[in-house]
């Protein structure tokens, strides 16, 4: 069975500052893969998700994430941050047909 | 709003009592997801129907736990005895819509979460 490794729990950050979060699955072959967020209160939104092609992938609000197969591995980064990224963030995979498998999630506060 | 909705948000109860939670998912969609949130986790898979069929459980569910989707529209989650391991968010999903269309795209309802006491 797959799983997800995220590998920072905690991150503090100041505004302005890059974010770089690791996220690594387990094993390869095709692959279908996700960042979700959740802010504080809210549920989960999708950030962004690789299927296929480019594996530098554009998401919502100024994030990307670039797909390593030599790496298993999906990070997600944004050039600067700003306060209102301050949330909890979720590297998922697909598994089979129809699941998602999600890593511990990441916790981002940023200070202004 | 996600289009997916969740109720009750929010429910506390006594350990060994019943609790139903019911999802009513983005409606042109036949596929229904239940994941369960744990404090310091991240959504776990519980179980999938598509239309009234469950076709997919997770070890997690054990027999206290029962899904139904009747008629395939909206769905219940009951957990009967409930313990206090039980206390957790329950996420229900549905494939998203728009531009998150695709059968591989989840769209997550609020939550429902549950404390036992």
């Known amino acids: 069975a797959q799983s997800v490794s995220q590998h920072n729990h905690h991150v503090i950050l100041s505004e302005a500052a890059s974010l770089e979060l690791g996220c690594n699955y387990s094993?390869?072959?095709?692959?279908?893969l996700f960042w979700y967020v959740q802010y504080p209160g809210q549920h989960l939104q999708l950030l962004l998700k690789y299927f296929s092609g480019d594996p530098l992938v554009k998401g919502i609000k100024g994030f990307e994430a670039e797909f390593i197969k030599s790496k298993f591995s999906f990070n997600l980064r944004k050039p600067s941050v700003q306060w209102s990224d301050t949330a909890e963030y979720f590297c998922a995979v697909k598994e089979g047909f129809q699941k998602l498998v999600f890593g511990t999630g990441t916790r981002l506060l940023v200070s202004p | 709003d996600t289009g997916v909705s969740q109720n009750p948000r929010h429910k506390i109860t006594k350990r060994g009592q019943n609790v139903t939670f019911r999802c009513d998912p983005i409606?042109?969609?036949?596929?229904l997801y239940w994941y369960r949130q744990t404090l310091g986790q991240g959504p776990e898979f519980l179980t999938y129907f598509q239309n009234e069929a469950q076709l997919e459980k997770s070890r997690l569910l054990s027999d206290r736990f029962s899904a139904e989707r009747p008629k395939g529209s909206f769905s219940t989650l009951e957990i009967q005895r409930t313990e206090q391991g039980d206390s957790a968010m329950y996420l229900c999903a549905s494939p998203g819509t728009g531009i998150h269309s695709g059968a591989n795209v989840l769209t997550f309802g609020a939550g429902s979460r549950l404390t036992v006491l």
């Open positions: 409606s042109e969609h036949n596929r």
């Open positions: 094993y390869g072959g095709t692959v279908n």
